[in-house]
């Protein structure tokens, strides 16, 4: 199923293989990775609360968005079946 196709003013698109799917979904996931990472280390080593909390929202923001990811992945391969 095309994640679009759930998203107003999108067209599906039939020709949009679950691979291709799995590939954007892997890719988002390694970019979130990334960011998560980077917040981590971050948190780890900031100077001072302040900065410290805006790393934390950050960190818990990626976790939210890794989360949100595997919902509509879920989503999308239930409703393909």
């Avoid at 979130?32 to 302040?50: Q, S, T, V």
């Avoid at 976790?63 to 595997?70: F, I, N, Y």
Wanted: no cysteine.
């Amino acid at each position: 199923m095309n994640v679009a196709a759930h998203l107003p003013g999108i067209a599906p698109d039939p020709a949009e293989s679950s691979p291709e799917m799995r590939r954007l979904f892997h890719q988002l996931n390694n970019q979130l990775g990334i960011i998560l990472a980077h917040a981590e280390l971050l948190e780890a080593k900031a100077a001072d609360d302040g900065h410290r909390s805006r790393a934390s929202q950050v960190v818990s923001s990626v976790l939210d968005a890794m989360g949100t990811t595997r919902e509509i992945r879920r989503r999308s391969e239930a409703a393909g079946a």
